[in-house]
C-alpha cells in the first residue's frame, strides 16, 4: 500500500482526489492538508467513509506526526513555492499539478528532491485528451506554423494564461521558427484585445462558470484552418493520470514531468 497525503483536499481538485485515492487498489489515503478545515473529517467532507483522516492546516506537525510515501499537491502557486520544499525535504515523493510556477522553479525543486534522495511530477494537465491534443499540435505545427491558442477555464482560476496553455505553446515553438503573426500595423482598440503573446503566437484566455478546462489550438493556411480541440467536462479526466503519478513517482529521483512520459 502506497500512503497517501493529499495537500489542498478541501479544494475543488483535492476533495475529487482524495475520493479516487480512497477508491484506487494499491493507494492509502492517510493525510489530508489544507489550509482550512481544520480537525475536519476528510471522510464527510467528500462523501465518503474514511476512518480517522482529519484535515490538518500545520504541515509541520502534520509531517512530525503521520507517515506518508507520497504527497500530491493541488493548491496555488504560493503555496506551493512553500510545503512542496518542506515535504520534499522530508524525504517523500510529490505529484503536483499547481500551476502558476515557472519551469525553474520546478527545476529548482527537482534538485531539492534529488538532494533528498527522492522525486517529484508535475504535469500542468493529467488528462490524457489534454496530452493528445498538445501532442498533435505540436505535429500540425510543422506543416501550419500560424497558429493561435484559445484557452477556456471556469472563473475561479487564478492565472492566465493556464499551465496547459503554457505548455502548448512551449511545444508548438520547438517546432516553428519564432516570427510574428498578423499585420504589422495591426492595432488594438481594446487594451489586450489581441491576447498574450508567446514567440509571436497569440494566446487567448478564457473565464466563465460552466467550464472546467478547454482548449482550442488553431492553425492558419493557405484556405484552410484546423481546429485541434480538448475539453475536460468534469474533474474526473484527470484522475487515471494523478492516480498513475501516484503509483509511479517513487520509480525515480528528482524531476520528471508531462504525462507522457509516465505512460506505457
Ligand atoms: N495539472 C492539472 O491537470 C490540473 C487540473 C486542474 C487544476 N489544476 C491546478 O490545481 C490547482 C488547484 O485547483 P482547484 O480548482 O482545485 O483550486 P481550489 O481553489 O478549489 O483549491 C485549492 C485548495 O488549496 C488550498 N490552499 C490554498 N493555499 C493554501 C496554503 N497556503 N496551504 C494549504 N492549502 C492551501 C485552498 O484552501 C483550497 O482548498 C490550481 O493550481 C489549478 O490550476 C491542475
Known amino acids: ?98 500551476t502558476g510556477l515557472s519551469p525553474e522553479e520546478r527545476a529548482e525543486m527537482g534538485k531539492i528532491a534529488e538532494e533528498n534522495n527522492t522525486s517529484m511530477f508535475h504535469a500542468a494537465n493529467f488528462a490524457i485528451g489534454a496530452v493528445l491534443m498538445m501532442k498533435f499540435a505540436a505535429e500540425a505545427a510543422k506543416y501550419m506554423p500560424y497558429a493561435e491558442v484559445i484557452e477556456l477555464h471556469h472563473d475561479k482560476k487564478l492565472d492566465a494564461p493556464s499551465g496547459t496553455a503554457v505548455t502548448t505553446l512551449a511545444k508548438i515553438a520547438e517546432n516553428r521558427a519564432p516570427m510574428r503573426q498578423g499585420m504589422e500595423e495591426e492595432y488594438e482598440k481594446i487594451p489586450g484585445a489581441r491576447g498574450g503573446e508567446y514567440e509571436g503566437m497569440r494566446v487567448h484566455s478564457v473565464r466563465l462558470p460552466g467550464f472546467v478546462a478547454s482548449q482550442e489550438v488553431i492553425f492558419g493556411g493557405l484556405g484552410q484552418t484546423l481546429t485541434i480541440r480538448h475539453d475536460s467536462i468534469s474533474r474526473e479526466s484527470f484522475m487515471p493520470g494523478i492516480m498513475l503519478a501516484a503509483k509511479k513517482v517513487q520509480g525515480w529521483k528528482g524531476l520528471l514531468e508531462d504525462l507522457e512520459n509516465i505512460m506505457d
Not at 493507494?27 to 471522510?43: T, W
Open 1 to 98: 500500500m502506497i500512503r497517501v497525503g493529499v495537500m489542498g483536499a478541501g479544494g475543488r481538485m483535492g476533495r475529487e482526489i482524495c475520493r479516487s485515492v480512497v477508491a484506487e487498489e494499491g493507494l492509502e489515503l492517510v493525510a489530508a492538508f489544507d489550509r482550512s478545515y481544520q480537525g475536519m473529517e476528510i471522510g464527510a467532507l467528500i462523501g465518503m467513509p474514511v476512518e480517522g483522516v482529519l484535515v490538518e492546516t500545520d504541515l509541520d506537525k502534520l509531517l512530525d506526526t503521520v507517515e506518508i510515501d507520497v504527497m500530491i499537491d493541488f493548491t496555488v502557486a504560493d503555496a506551493m513555492r512553500v510545503n512542496v520544499p518542506k515535504v520534499l525535504k522530508k524525504g517523500i515523493a510529490v505529484v503536483t499539478g499547481t
